[in-house]
């Protein structure tokens, strides 16, 4: 009867220590989760008021900004295929590099210098742009919300495609990439104030929704005028192309 005990004991302490190693299985993978956009701060009320250049501080100088720490090597591809990471990210302050205290990889917010942007207009849908911005840095970075994007002489950033708000941030390893669409005019002729233009600068957004610390504004090369109108609006960053250009 004693030798029972003894083996009934042991195996419920078996099953208990299972339990645990479980549920601290569990709760490593929730740690992993992209950081939700619920749990960020509020973007500034004025920023949508503003200029990309405004907004960011800048005097509306074309360009990349300056390279930092985290440039890396360039990039060898066009950026557009890859994944793109969900990791939740650990730190996001500055651009510097390594691990944090508890051995975690540090990631960095997506700017004009770590990464590389292409435009590219599309068949489908009529009258979009895909925007794709590769990571050409040495450490994950974070695309925060959507791009500021100024055709031509555009004195305020486009509308917002609320609905392609994802529920996370979309995190980029290097060499990956991630997408944003950018309708330029209506189908049907409703919008107003149409004109032609071959320049598109784009800036950047932090994780408190503005453009400030990100650095200047990017000018992005189109290889043909694209009709603007009142009805141009963005997408959020997405992890796939097909997610930027359904809206």
């Not at 800048?58 to 994944?83: E, I, N, V």
């Not at 309708?183 to 233009?197: L, P, Q, R």
């Amino acid at each position: 009867m004693r030798t029972l005990n003894f083996r009934r004991a042991a195996r419920t302490s078996a099953l208990g220590a299972v339990a645990l190693i479980a549920s601290l299985s569990l709760t490593a993978c929730q740690g992993d989760d992209p950081e939700p956009y619920d749990a960020l701060p509020s973007a500034s009320a004025d920023s949508a008021s503003k200029t990309p250049a405004e907004s960011a501080g800048s005097s509306g100088d074309k360009g990349t900004a300056a390279p930092d720490a985290d440039q890396g090597k360039d990039s060898t591809g066009s950026g557009s295929g890859g994944g793109t990471s969900t990791t939740k990210p650990k730190d996001d302050s500055g651009n510097g590099g390594g691990s944090n205290d508890s051995g975690d990889a540090v990631t960095v917010t997506c700017t004009g210098a770590n990464t590389k942007l292409s435009a590219t207009e599309v068949s489908r849908p009529v009258n979009h742009v895909l925007l794709t911005m590769t990571n050409t840095g040495s450490k994950a970075c974070n695309a925060y919300y959507y791009p500021y994007l100024k055709f031509g002489e555009a004195q305020s950033v486009p509308n917002t495609f609320e609905d392609s708000k994802p529920q996370a941030v979309v995190t980029i390893n290097p060499g990956e990439s991630a997408y944003a669409g950018a309708m330029t005019s209506s189908a049907d002729g409703s919008g107003s104030n149409g004109y032609s233009t071959k320049d598109l600068e784009v800036s950047f957004q932090n994780r408190d929704g503005n453009s400030d610390n990100t650095g200047s504004s990017v000018s992005v090369p189109l290889s043909k005028s694209v009709h603007v109108d009142s009805s141009l609006s963005v997408s959020y960053w997405q992890m796939s192309m097909d997610d930027a250009l359904a809206y």
